[in-house]
């Protein structure tokens, strides 16, 4: 009875959608970017998949094995995201994008690693206060 149950909830539940088809390697991630970032105001309800305008742009060098420095010399740490996305960790604040990438055919994705994916980037403060979007571009 309780094996019926849960197998009941579980159909109700439909499935669930967890990674992106990106397809992006250390290699293709690591060197210089330009982050694009928002109005640093919002709170962790922001909505980024809309177009927010940039008020601030700078450069990061994200180097081996997990160095990140921004363009004042601040050095802090950045990590991938299984192949999917990356964080990186500078001048007291964090900066989480997903990878982009289009899906030409059911069966065929192009990942561009080159940039993050518009509305997939998201960043605050090490107190996790002061939320914005953000876009990255490698140069």
């Not at 250390?26 to 008020?55: H, L």
Request: include cysteine; charged fraction near 15%.
């Amino acid at each position: 009875m309780i094996l019926l149950l849960f197998v009941s909830l579980c159909l109700l539940a439909g499935p669930a959608v967890g990674d992106t088809p990106a397809n992006c390697t250390f290699e293709d991630v690591e060197g210089s970017w330009i982050f694009y970032e928002s109005e640093r105001s919002q709170g962790s309800n922001i909505d980024c998949t809309s177009q927010v305008p940039a008020v601030g742009k700078f450069r990061v060098d994200l180097k081996y094995p997990n160095v990140a420095v921004d363009q004042f010399g601040n050095v802090g740490t950045w990590t991938m995201v299984y192949n999917q996305g990356f964080e990186v960790t500078v001048s007291g604040r964090s900066y989480f994008a997903y990878s982009d990438y289009t899906e030409e055919a059911p069966d065929k994705v192009v990942s561009y690693c080159n940039q993050t994916k518009i509305g997939g980037g998201w960043a605050h403060d090490v107190t996790v206060r002061n939320w914005a979007c953000f876009t990255g571009k490698q140069v």
